[in-house]
């Protein structure tokens, strides 16, 4: 049996955490005189008094979690944090069922961004703050995560990053604390300054900060009915240059802060997403300008940056309908956003780093067949890349791809319109937010969809966050039977 | 330097073997009193002549063909036949231009079925026939091809079935003809059997004969506008029956023959494929039945088998509308479509052998990342899969799902609708053949598309029919370099 106590108990305190952020919340509502403020203090209390019984329930002298536990956790976290982040929805503003609240509130902490809301202009303020921050908690859990358990749990080739974390299972949690300090200290650096540029290009000063959280969370939730279309100017260009800080791999950043900027300069994934970028923005600013003859190049360009660097990177915030750019923008836009961005950032999808090794491992295939008497390490980084990293990778692909296709079948059993289950099984599992299709609201909200396909949706975010494979091994009879 | 005239005297044999087979469509012709006859005439002349020079100018005394030979003659048959099969519909009916011409024939020769032509109905029987067969000797191409030199070449784990075929590269030739001979043997018989059953059940004896052609070669071209629409009743239970046969794999019906059934239904590829049909067709049989209310079972019934067979094994005739039984049924049958059949059939797209090696690897992923100590075998057939089968098929799997992609994106670049650009990709590169998209003719016919989009979807055929890798391998500097 797996003592799950270690577990809970984790899980327990950051449930007290969460009721604890929603004073943040609650204040602001009570500073507009906003009669919403009491469902957060009501929440927050329901956090502090559950969480607190969990944490006393399950005390144990272990403090070092083993391989089940870090499975359990992680899969734990995204299902018990949701849950309680949804009670303000439930009990305050706007008064949504269990469904919708608990879809916006995984839509927040799994940084997807898709909202269930369909008039975000009306909401309280304390309302969209708690949004955001339940994006910037996600992110900031999924960095932690990303660097701290992935790469023992071997998720998708993530052991590959092992020598740069942890070695030891036991020695977990003491090392957790120094790195998972520093990137935290990285991540409200980043944060502080994306609001201070947002309010000097002139945002008001709680625009400034949602947008902060939720830009770089890359999580995507705005306060506005038009997302970023309410800020079409500088702030565009800004929040695109946050994004993509916020997609570059957090301990280059830590080193970088550290004072040894090479190794964020010499990343080999930093530098392939850079160029993938540049390439996706190069050429569909060409097409528009040149194909389409498009006027106003600046307004072109800065257009399709925005767009290019929030689908890629996953954030997903919009400005206008990009469908209305041609076919050719968007069918790139949807293959961007099944890049994503770095690993160990805020972003997800399949990233950088297992397309390098895809790429890496199919041309060492290729060699193989036309000379089947040679050797061809495959090598990433100037280290060879073990079999196991690339079984681990290509298993993770496939995954995904299966798990896309089934979520694409299962959202349109529920009678969804093929390009809503196909743009809709994409948001989710890529956790990126956006959905073309004819049942999504004018504010791209999903709240007239079937109850069914906001399911299915939560699952796609909750496999999309969690990398599927460590979803698929808690499902695995076997890992219970140890 | 590789040398390419072992290579170029098999391709010039098959030239002139392609030009005798145009006597027939040219004797149809001429007993209709249709001057069309000529045109085969004159094809059949320059195959011939053609075909000779370069028999005549390649020989040599080398027999057998090396590992580099062996990739230039795969990808060189699909690129040669397709321009001499061409010929016909160029110089006569339906007068087409070179695109066209050549979109024709690379979709029958890859057994797409999709077609260039939009008014079938008006075309002399000739054409009809010499489209028929053009499936049919790709089909049977394919199958030669699948079980002689993919298990060498290791194309996508078909090593794995190199024990069965071939294991010295020097014994290719003499062994070839006794495997083809069978092998065309079984074809013969079963597309016979094919055209006696459509005789059967109220066929004309032309149609009967083509409907056999395009059925058992799994191409799904049809003589008429309203394709296999034009014969609702049974006739669509038989070639559902004979689709089923034709896509699976033939050394076990060789087998079969030779007086041994049960390797045929002990094959745990044939299981499964059987298997997931019957999941599909009961699934969706069941949706329309009772969440639709749709009438006439027994209708709804024939009208899914059919379109789940075809769809799934890639003839892809087509009864009506299959988008108008809703989302759920359609993205089901997209996702059959990326099924295809078995290994060492006529039929294209991932197929079930290489699904069940990735369902094994992904398990075995599973396995070791919640326990990292233990060993699991990949298993299959009570084989053990070698970690190249796996590493090859996901290889394999990694670089379809990366050209779909890339084909959608270049599709789209070419104008087409977001919807024509998907199912386009979708229809070429599994070599399925239906289209759905505003600028689809009404019989289905891609003659409103760009010329552009034609020659991309030309690429799609010849990369699906020969499996991706294998072009890729030819594609590599270094492969030319030895
Ligand atoms: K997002
Ligand atoms: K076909």
Same mark, same amino acid.
């Given at each position: ?29 009570? !500073? ?24 006393? &329930? ?7 979690? %083993? ?7 992680? %899969? ?39 909202? &269930?809301?369909?008039? =975000? ?13 339940? $994006? ?25 990053? +092992?020598?740069?974390?942890? #070695? ?66 500088? *702030? ?10 916020? !997609? ?6 830590? $080193?970088?802060?550290?004072? #040894? &900027?090479?190794?964020?300069?010499? #990343?080999?994934?930093? +530098?392939?997403? =850079? ?104 090598? =990433?980084?100037?280290?060879?890349? #073990? +079999? ?29 319109? *093929? ?5 809709? !099984?994409? &948001? ?27 399911? /299915? ?11 599927? /494979? ?7 009879? +076997?890992?219970?039977? $140890?």
């Amino acid at each position: 049996m797996i003592d799950i106590r270690p577990v809970a108990n984790t899980i327990g305190k950051l449930v007290v955490t969460l009721g604890a952020a929603m004073s943040l919340p609650m204040l602001v509502d009570y !500073a507009h005189d906003d009669p919403n403020w009491k469902s957060f203090l009501e929440s927050g209390i329901l956090c502090a008094v559950i969480g607190s019984l969990i944490v006393f &329930a399950t005390r144990s002298n272990e403090k070092s979690l %083993n391989l089940q536990q870090a499975f359990l956790l992680t %899969n734990g976290l995204w299902i018990v944090l949701p849950l309680f982040g949804a009670l303000p929805f439930f009990l305050g503003a706007p008064h949504v069922g269990f469904t919708d609240a608990f879809f916006e509130s995984m839509s927040g902490l799994s940084t997807t961004g898709t909202t &269930a809301f369909p008039s =975000l202009d009306t909401l309280p303020k304390g309302t969209h703050l708690w949004r955001g921050q339940l $994006q910037w908690l996600g992110g900031l859990g999924i960095i932690v995560v990303a660097m701290i358990f992935l790469p023992v749990m071997k998720v998708g080739g993530m052991q590959f990053f +092992r020598s740069e974390g942890f #070695d030891t299972l036991g020695k977990i949690l003491p090392r957790a604390f120094d790195i998972a300090r520093e990137t935290t200290l990285v991540y409200v650096f980043i944060t502080v300054a994306c609001a201070v540029t947002f309010i000097m290009l002139g945002m008001n000063g709680f625009d400034a900060v949602f947008h902060a959280l939720t830009t770089c969370s890359t999580g995507g939730f705005s306060n506005y009915d038009a997302s970023f279309g309410a800020y079409p100017g500088a *702030p565009q260009l800004a929040a695109s240059f946050f994004t993509i800080l916020a !997609a570059l791999p957090f301990i280059r950043m830590v $080193q970088l802060v550290r004072g #040894d &900027a090479m190794p964020l300069f010499e #990343d080999v994934q930093v +530098r392939a997403f =850079l160029r993938w970028l540049f390439y996706a923005i190069a050429v569909i600013v060409l097409y528009r300008l040149v194909w389409l003859g498009a006027e106003n190049p600046f307004h072109v360009m800065r257009e399709t940056v925005f767009n290019v660097v929030t689908l890629t990177a996953g954030s997903g915030f919009g400005t206008g309908d990009v469908t209305q750019w041609g076919s050719f923008p968007f069918a790139i836009l949807i293959m961007m956003g099944m890049i994503g961005g770095c690993t160990g950032s805020t972003t997800c999808s399949i990233k950088v780093f297992r397309y390098l090794v895809l790429f890496k491992a199919v041309r060492a295939q290729i060699r193989r067949m036309h000379s089947p008497h040679r050797v061809f390490p495959v090598m =990433l980084e100037g280290r060879p890349l #073990d +079999r196991e990293v690339v079984g681990s990778v290509m298993a993770y692909f496939t995954t995904f791809m299966l798990s896309f296709g089934l979520l694409i079948v299962a959202l349109a059993l529920t009678g969804l319109h *093929p390009r809503t289950a196909l743009t809709g !099984a994409w &948001a989710t599992i890529a956790n990126i937010g956006p959905i073309w299709g004819p049942e999504v609201s004018a504010n791209g909200a999903v709240d007239q969809f079937p109850t069914a396909s906001k399911w /299915l949706m939560v699952i796609g975010m909750f496999l999309g966050r969690l990398e599927v /494979l460590s979803v698929l091994v808690v499902l695995h009879p +076997r890992f219970w039977r $140890q």
